[in-house]
């Protein structure tokens, strides 16, 4: 009796001007399906307009590929040469498109950019201006790369595609229950330190947009940690640069249950030096900002206090929690100088 196999349809969208990424792409996902997919019993199945799109009369282009392929899709890679693609009806690009449909959609999404060289005669300064416009619209939300070479793109895509498989496959093992881990202490309505007795210090990443990443220092406590800034050599500032404090969760943890009893997310924050202010972004799995939020900080302790209903009315938004982030941007909004300490203390779930 043959036996049935889970099956990722991967969607793969581009302009006109990638050939090479697509054939590294489905490289890579034949040797993902030899290696973990036989392993982990899961087939990755590429899906691209050419191969893959019957014709259709009655309807626009970009609206039968995404009927046909893209609403059938759990996931997308879109790889961006030297053009932006032909206008849609209601987008720069049908590649555009299908990246905005698949977020919209809560899907898996992983951009490219390539920064291979070209020759002069190939650069379409607009198509580029218009490029760099959708770059900074998501620079933000971390679910687009820029490579520099084949080899380079070729080591991403198989990094982050069997990285998302592994994801995926625990997240469908720990959903098979609603509950958290923390199950038994929300139904006694008992708090949750998210520092000491949940997530372990290793797990709290230090990054940086900037090229020297000595410029931040994360120290670890029993209760709180310390992100210590020194940009006194960086040259380029704005809302371009930034550092940051990562807790980072694989799988994706599962937060309903503290929306649903109405729990607030409470922290103390002390600052020292020239930071005047942090960032605070909850992110899902396709990083959607849950909670996206300025919080301004001086030498005094600072407490914060967020009730996690009052920030959405969308209890599936907390299902699945991938990173809580504090930034502080290289601008005298946050650092009025060149140098701070940003301490949090006592990060922690608490129902009143």
């Keep these: 009796m043959f036996k049935k ?15 090479t990424e ?17 392993s982990m019993d899961i087939f990755v199945k590429t899906l691209y307009w050419s191969k893959n799109v019957m014709p259709e009369a009655g309807d626009y282009p970009q609206s039968i590929i995404n009927k046909q392929i893209l609403d059938k899709s759990d996931a997308i890679i879109a790889i961006f040469g030297n053009k932006i ?53 998501y620079r933000d939300r971390g679910i687009y790369v820029v490579y520099g070479s084949d080899e380079e793109f070729n080591y991403y895509v198989s990094m982050h595609l069997t990285r998302y498989l592994i994801t995926e496959l625990a ?59 020194d940009i006194t050599n960086v040259t380029k500032m704005g809302n371009q640069e930034f550092v940051m404090a990562l807790f980072e969760y694989t799988p994706c943890d599962n937060w309903s249950a503290f929306f649903e009893a109405g729990y607030f997310l409470e922290f103390d924050v002390v600052s020292s030096g020239d930071i005047v202010a942090f960032q605070l972004e909850i992110k899902d799995d396709i990083r959607n900002k849950i909670i996206d939020r300025t919080l301004q900080v001086s030498g005094a302790v600072e407490h914060f206090k967020i009730w996690l209903p009052s920030t ?41």
Aim: proline residues 2%; neutral net charge; hydrophobic residues 35%.
């Design 22 to 38: 697509i054939e590294i792409i489905n490289r890579v996902v034949d040797n993902i399906n030899d290696s973990i997919g036989f």
């Design 171 to 229: 997240n469908e093992v720990n959903q098979v229950s609603e509950n958290t881990r923390f199950d038994d202490s929300i139904l006694q309505g008992k708090e949750v330190d998210l520092i000491h007795d949940y997530t372990k210090f290793y797990d709290i990443k230090k990054v940086t947009s900037y090229a020297d990443s000595n410029i931040m220092k994360i120290r670890t406590y029993g209760n709180s940690f310390d992100v210590d800034i």
């Design 5 to 19: 196999m889970p099956v990722c349809r991967l969607m793969i969208s581009c302009p006109s001007d990638v050939k």
């Design 85 to 137: 693609g032909s206008p849609t009806q209601h987008y720069e690009s049908g590649t555009i498109e299908e990246i905005e449909l698949m977020i919209q959609k809560r899907k898996q999404v992983f951009v490219y950019f390539s920064d291979k060289p070209v020759r002069k005669s190939e650069i379409d300064m607009e198509a580029e201006a218009k490029i760099q416009a959708f770059k900074e619209k």
């Design 312 to 352: 959405t009315r969308d209890l599936s938004a907390w299902r699945k929690i991938s990173q809580v982030c504090f930034i502080v941007f290289f601008n005298n909004i946050y650092i009025d100088g060149k140098k701070g300490i940003l301490t949090i203390r006592n990060l922690k779930m608490i129902q009143k």
